[in-house]
């Protein structure tokens, strides 16, 4: 499997996302969604990354700064056929590594708290993040989880 970083410009990221924000808004009502389409995701300060297999796209994420300590995690997504495979896990490493290398002392991120995000959540517990207050610009939602991670 190969982690690089991805321009955002081809047609198959672009449908992999759209699907994300897509199925993100078949969960969770409008103002509990905060998954950014591709034209958010190409904003100054977010680096994103797509993981492929034998060239075919299975995964992405990305890392958005918010100060020069502090970073969001965005955009994790898993093609559902590889679901369970640990491309979530070795993506997830990937970007806290990439993230320790860049300074970033404390990584936080926002997910649902719906039952269907309990696998991300488990992963997010496994890699050491813990609940959190909301951070930046969120603001209490009983439909979100915040969790965070010292680097």
Known sequence: ?????????????AGFLDEHVQQMR???????VHALDLEALRAPGITFWAVRDDGVLVGCGALKRLDDGHAELKSMR????????GIGSLLLGHIIEEARGAGVSRLSLET????FFQPARRLYERFGFERCEPFADYRPDPLSVFMTKRL
């Open 78 to 85: 898993t093609a559902a056929a590889r679901r369970g495979a």
């Open 26 to 32: 078949s969960i969770s009502p409008p103002e509990s």
């Open 1 to 13: 499997m190969q982690i690089a970083v991805d321009d955002l410009s081809g047609p198959e990221i």
């Open 112 to 115: 649902g708290a719906e039952d």
